[in-house]
């Protein structure tokens, strides 16, 4: 039986033609459990591909289309016949702007107030409310948060509260470059508390290779962070 879901296409089109990491039946892994394959890898959608029971595979192409493929697998995910089809790049940018933040309920924590304020670059960490956040690679993290006339505690600890750093969030400042020796790994879930204010944060962190615009904002849409694609759709989209 065949198991794809199409869930990425119309949230990151826009990136069409941006793309020159694939080819139209070439397609780039963006995730892969129980199967060899890293991110990053290509594959070639015209060719038949195994996946066993438990195997699951994210892949992306060239125009944009998500594919979620789960085992038991076995056919070609993108055949030639295919046609990629067309992007309306207002309409995609529009759906972008509207989904919402993944993992907030998830984490049982809403914002009070509604939505959060728009991200000023698609690299900065929102620590004023819960959720996913994104790096790539082994970036220094840099957190984002609100302005405040006087320099504010912060507070740093990871869910399981193995330890706790302490600092100062700087005056009229709406950002703050973490030490190297404060470490945010891969997966793992932290408390950021500026003035008194707690936030629960999932880092994920980005493979290094994925340097297109349209892999990204599709990992990051895959892992939660959401708010960071639409950030990131703004600067670059003309």
Not at 83 to 90: K, L, Y
Not at 145 to 154: I, K, Q, V
Request: neutral net charge.
């Amino acid at each position: 039986m065949r198991h794809i879901v199409r869930s990425l296409g119309a949230a990151i089109a826009l990136f069409v033609g941006l793309a020159g990491a694939a080819t139209a039946n070439e397609l780039v892994v963006v995730e892969a459990k129980g199967i060899e394959l890293v991110p990053g890898a290509k594959v070639d959608g015209t060719k038949v591909l195994v996946l066993t029971a438990g195997q699951r595979l994210t892949l992306i192409a060239s125009d944009g289309r998500s594919l979620k493929l789960r085992g038991p697998y076995e056919e070609a995910p993108a055949p030639a016949q295919a046609g990629t089809g067309g992007a309306n790049v207002g309409d995609a940018l529009k759906n972008l702007m509207n989904q919402r933040v993944a993992g907030t309920a998830a984490l049982g924590v809403v914002r009070a107030g509604g939505e959060a304020a728009e991200l000023p670059d698609p690299w900065v960490l929102d620590v004023s409310r819960s959720g996913a956040r994104c790096l790539v690679g082994d970036a220094i993290p840099v957190l984002w948060g609100p302005r405040f006339a006087e320099a504010t505690a912060l507070a740093i600890e990871p869910a399981d509260r193995s330890w706790r750093a302490r600092g100062q969030w700087p005056a009229d400042s709406d950002r703050f470059a973490l030490p190297a020796r404060i470490p945010l790994a891969d997966g793992r879930g932290y408390v950021f508390d500026v003035g008194g204010n707690a936030a629960n944060v999932v880092i994920h962190r980005m493979p290094a290779s994925f340097s297109d615009p349209l892999l990204q904002a599709a990992w990051m849409i895959e892992k939660g962070c959401n708010d960071q694609a639409r950030a990131l759709a703004r600067a670059v989209a003309p």
